[in-house]
């Protein structure tokens, strides 16, 4: 069975701070593909990053970034110099690599709030 | 290029009603996929379909709820009977077909619909 763990449900800061939400996960697949989605105020799910198990290469797009580290079942994600707009509800996934079945195995969410 | 397509995008209804939340997924996307999120809550899986088919049903509730995704049309998510434990937002994803080398497609989510039950 495949687990998603955001351990932290609430995280406030103040614009340009940097800040860091936690995911760990759990499965029993050796290949697999991880996920962050932001969902804004507005409420719909807006795709960030998806990353496959194999690439262990750490990712940088802009103010975010990403920690991928396979042998504590980790991927965090990093937003630099926070901004107000960075206030939403951020969602780590799971899903499988391979076969026709991609569903979605997702944490609980972790709530950003961004004050300026 | 019209991205995944949902509606109504709020719906409500009384207790003992029904609710038909409709899915129209990306052109040439051939899989479907519901999910639920509760309120305070992460969205969770609910069925994977493909045209005239269900995949994986292993999230549905076992009562009131079905889904369908026929040859022509939206996939359709139909809650019979509805309570007020059925409010939450149902999120609709789609995917291509599978990659000849097995590696599976992301998916691309519509921006839900609400389900309000009174």
């Keep these: ?116 | 290029n019209a991205g995944v397509m949902q509606n109504p995008r709020h719906l409500v209804r009384r207790r003992g009603q029904e609710a038909r939340l409709r899915c129209s997924p990306m052109k040439g996307h051939s899989h479907v996929y519901w999910y639920r999120q509760l309120p305070e809550e992460g969205l969770k899986f609910m069925v994977y379909l493909q045209k005239e088919n269900i995949i994986d049903e292993s999230g549905m509730p076992k009562e009131r709820f079905s889904a369908e995704f026929p040859k022509e049309g939206p996939s359709i998510l139909r809650i019979q009977q509805v309570v007020r434990g059925d409010s939450a937002a149902y999120f609709c994803a789609s995917s291509p077909p599978s990659r000849h080398t097995g590696s599976s497609y992301e998916q691309y989510f519509g921006p839900g619909t609400r389900l309000t039950v009174t």
């Design chain 1, 1 to 116: 069975a495949q687990k998603v763990t955001q351990a932290q449900t609430e995280i406030s800061v103040v614009e340009k701070e940097d800040v860091t939400l936690d995911c760990v996960y759990e499965t029993r697949d050796t290949t697999y593909y991880l996920f962050w989605y932001k969902q804004p105020p507005s409420g719909e799910l807006v795709f960030l990053i998806r990353r496959n198990s194999f690439d262990e290469q750490n990712e940088i797009s802009g103010r975010y970034s990403w920690n991928f580290q396979k042998s504590t079942s980790s991927f965090n994600f990093t937003i630099t110099a926070s901004q107000v707009v960075d206030s939403a509800v951020y969602f780590c996934a799971l899903s499988a690599f391979t076969g026709a079945n991609s569903k979605l195995t997702f944490g609980k969410g972790i709530t950003l709030s961004v004050r300026p």
